[in-house]
């Protein structure tokens, strides 16, 4: 889907560098304007064991370190709300957005009933669920232009929403270890992109973005009945954006 996605955005970036309206063109002032597309998502998570003395003991922690760490990725639909406000020198335009994002990621991971190693009598059973919704990004832009098309770069921060549910149970005393955590994350965003002079106040936008929020999730755990039993936690998120959209000057 991505793969397809990206040829699409290059045809439509490729026929928009070709046409050429006649028209002299101008992005000095402020505009507003709506963009969809696709976007490619990893949640790198690593759920490991922060005490060995209380509960768990170094085989333990041998054992479940590894098996909590998984690479989670989604591919899905992706929607951009964005205001702006240009200011054009001869051919050179420099601006800054405000834009509410909508991409919605959901990936659940799941282990057990596995058996201990070091308790072959008495298993264990983990279950996580990372979610993320939308996000607001402020999307400085330089961008040149040639003829009636400006090419543009993007470097800004972005805020985005996580929800992240964590559930540890085992058989051995038995023990329960929860994890509830709604957060937002501060990442940066970088990219680039084209706009296209139609008719009148009109444009057409065709644009790549790359977000990151590193610790996105960095949290502990603890067991609801001996709280030096517990995990430390921690979740970095990515997305790659591709997006078609229009936009109006006024």
């Given at each position: 889907m991505i793969?397809?996605?990206?040829?699409?955005?290059?045809?439509?970036?490729?026929?928009m560098a070709a046409c050429n309206t006649g028209a002299?063109?101008?992005w000095d002032g402020t505009y507003f304007g709506v963009s969809g597309g696709f976007a490619g998502q990893a949640a790198s998570s690593s759920t490991i064991i922060s005490d060995v003395v209380t509960y768990f003991n170094p085989t333990d922690k041998t054992q479940l370190d590894p098996l909590m760490a998984r690479e989670l990725e989604a591919t899905g639909a992706t929607l951009d709300l964005f205001i702006g406000k240009s200011w054009q020198?001869?051919?050179?335009?420099v601006g800054v957005e405000l834009g509410l994002f909508?991409?919605?990621?959901?990936?659940?991971f799941n282990i057990g009933p596995t058996t201990y190693v070091s308790q072959p009598a008495h298993t264990f059973q983990m279950d996580s669920t990372i979610k993320s919704n939308l996000g607001i990004a402020i999307r400085p832009r330089l961008g040149y232009i040639v003829n009636d098309t400006l090419y543009y770069g993007v470097l800004g921060i972005a805020f985005r929403q996580f929800d992240y549910h964590f559930l540890f149970t085992d058989t051995y005393q038995p023990i329960t270890i929860?994890?509830?955590k709604s957060t937002w994350a501060l990442g940066y965003v970088i990219g680039g992109g084209m706009e296209k002079k139609m008719?009148?106040?009109?444009?057409?936008r065709a644009d790549v973005t790359y977000s990151q929020y590193d610790a996105a999730?960095?949290?502990?755990?603890?067991?609801?009945?001996?709280?030096?039993a517990g995990f430390d936690h921690?979740?970095?998120?990515?997305?790659?954006?591709?997006?078609?959209?229009?936009?109006?000057?006024f």
């Amino acid at each position: 889907m991505i793969r397809k996605t990206v040829t699409t955005v290059l045809a439509i970036m490729a026929w928009m560098a070709a046409c050429n309206t006649g028209a002299a063109a101008t992005w000095d002032g402020t505009y507003f304007g709506v963009s969809g597309g696709f976007a490619g998502q990893a949640a790198s998570s690593s759920t490991i064991i922060s005490d060995v003395v209380t509960y768990f003991n170094p085989t333990d922690k041998t054992q479940l370190d590894p098996l909590m760490a998984r690479e989670l990725e989604a591919t899905g639909a992706t929607l951009d709300l964005f205001i702006g406000k240009s200011w054009q020198t001869a051919d050179r335009v420099v601006g800054v957005e405000l834009g509410l994002f909508m991409s919605p990621f959901e990936e659940k991971f799941n282990i057990g009933p596995t058996t201990y190693v070091s308790q072959p009598a008495h298993t264990f059973q983990m279950d996580s669920t990372i979610k993320s919704n939308l996000g607001i990004a402020i999307r400085p832009r330089l961008g040149y232009i040639v003829n009636d098309t400006l090419y543009y770069g993007v470097l800004g921060i972005a805020f985005r929403q996580f929800d992240y549910h964590f559930l540890f149970t085992d058989t051995y005393q038995p023990i329960t270890i929860p994890l509830d955590k709604s957060t937002w994350a501060l990442g940066y965003v970088i990219g680039g992109g084209m706009e296209k002079k139609m008719s009148g106040d009109w444009l057409l936008r065709a644009d790549v973005t790359y977000s990151q929020y590193d610790a996105a999730i960095d949290e502990q755990s603890h067991a609801t009945t001996l709280p030096g039993a517990g995990f430390d936690h921690k979740v970095d998120f990515t997305e790659t954006s591709l997006r078609v959209g229009i936009v109006k000057k006024f």
